[in-house]
Structure formats: structure tokens, C-alpha cells
């Protein structure tokens, strides 16, 4: 069964541009995370969705991330325009619907920000 | 802010010792999972306890849960190099399915 997939793996940008990530879930996965993990900390929850809505957004910094999943299944989050506390990793992970405790994380993509 | 704390930060243990991990968190849980992230990898699901349990096994995995000190523990037995990696709690709650990453413990098993 193939895992769920990120790209790019790594990303160097300069402050105030933009940056855009993809994430693929598992197939048949309804519930699509998006995590940024700084370094030496834990995942924060950024957004949430339930097939193609959103059901948890509170801790996305709305002024400059967005985040979409057409169709409810591939997602992309963006970054515009970007500061330097925003490099991170951002982990993409998904679960079944009725079972959103036992999330399945991407490899994560590694942005650093100049 | 994030909801669990991990204790101790960091472990450091010989090839064949057992690794126990503290999580304590604050508000009341649904369940409490365990992860593991290997370097510049994702994280793995490794555990979940709910929250009318207190002990759950799992291969060489041990993990408790006391609910009314907000307290999981982990115990990796018997612990191998490749066990190296961090681990995380994480809290699960009602009405909206929140999962909270607590700060890790880092977890080297000297071969």
C-alpha cells in the first residue's frame, strides 16, 4: 500500500516569497492533515480537513498560509510571502474518517527560509 | 500550546536496556497515542490507549495511562540501535478529533 506523498522533499527560499507543498493522502483516507514541526518541537496542527472541508484551522496563520484539497483527496499548502520563523518541516498526514487517532505522516518537506 | 510534556527530554541507554518515556498532559484526553520519528523522516504510529484503559501492549512496547495524574507512560524493552529515534505523545480529544504533539523525547540506544 503506498504511503502518503510530499514534495519537494527540501525547499530554500528568501524571505518574502512564496512557497508552495503537495501532499498525496492514502487512498481512501477522508481526513488530510497539514503539520509544521520546528526544530527540537513536536508537530503543530495548521489545518484540518474532512474530504474536500476544512474542519480545524485555528492555528494556520491566515495572513500568509493558505491551504486547499480540491476534489477531497490531493492537498497543496502555501506560504505568501514567507518569513524566517516559518522554516520548518511541514508534514502532510492522513487518516480513515473512523479512525482519526491513527494518522499516517508523508516523509515531511524541509523548508528553510534565508 | 502544546499539550504534552515528555520526560525526560533526551535518553541516552546500552543495546539491550529497557527505555521508559513520561508523557503528562492537562486537559482531559479521549486517548493518548505514542509515535516515533526517526531523523528528517515522518512520524510512525506506534500506539493508542483510550482513555478507560490503563495498560496496553504492543511486541516490545508497554504503555500505561493514569488519568487522574494526566500521566502515559512508554517502556521499550530489550532496546535495539534501531530504536533510535524520538518519540511523541500526542492527545487525542472529542468534537473535532484535535491531535496534540507534546516537545518529544529523544531516544539513542548505544550499540
Known amino acids: 500500500e503506498a504511503g502518503v506523498a510530499q514534495s519537494p522533499r527540501y525547499k530554500i527560499i528568501e524571505k518574502r516569497q512564496s512557497v508552495a507543498f503537495w501532499c498525496n493522502p492514502i487512498s481512501g483516507h477522508a481526513t488530510l492533515y497539514w503539520y509544521q514541526q520546528i526544530l527540537g518541537q513536536g508537530p503543530k496542527l495548521l489545518i484540518q480537513?474532512?474530504?474536500?472541508?476544512?474542519?480545524?484551522d485555528s492555528q494556520l496563520p491566515k495572513d500568509r498560509f493558505s491551504a486547499e484539497r480540491l476534489k477531497g483527496v490531493d492537498s497543496t499548502l502555501k506560504i505568501q510571502p514567507a518569513k524566517l520563523e516559518d522554516s520548518a518541516v511541514y508534514l502532510c498526514?492522513?487518516?480513515?474518517?473512523?479512525?482519526?487517532?491513527?494518522?499516517?505522516f508523508g516523509p515531511g518537506t524541509r523548508l528553510t527560509v534565508l | 500550546s502544546q499539550q504534552g510534556e515528555e520526560d525526560p527530554q533526551a535518553l541516552s541507554i546500552q543495546e539491550g536496556e529497557n527505555a521508559t518515556m513520561n508523557c503528562s498532559y492537562k486537559?482531559?484526553?479521549?486517548?493518548l497515542q505514542w509515535y516515533r520519528q526517526n531523523s528528517g523522516r515522518g512520524l510512525v504510529h506506534l500506539i493508542l490507549i483510550r482513555s478507560n484503559e490503563r495498560e496496553k501492549h504492543s511486541g516490545r512496547l508497554r504503555v500505561t495511562l493514569d488519568t487522574s495524574k494526566k500521566s502515559s507512560s512508554l517502556l521499550i524493552t530489550a532496546s535495539r540501535a534501531a530504536d533510535t529515534a524520538s518519540y511523541f505523545c500526542a492527545t487525542g480529544h472529542t468534537g473535532g478529533f484535535k491531535t496534540i504533539f507534546g516537545a518529544g523525547t529523544r531516544l539513542f540506544v548505544k550499540a
Open positions: 498526514a492522513s487518516s480513515f474518517l473512523t479512525s482519526p487517532d491513527t494518522q499516517y
Open positions: 480537513f474532512q474530504n474536500n472541508g476544512v474542519v480545524d
Open positions: 486537559t482531559s484526553i479521549n486517548n
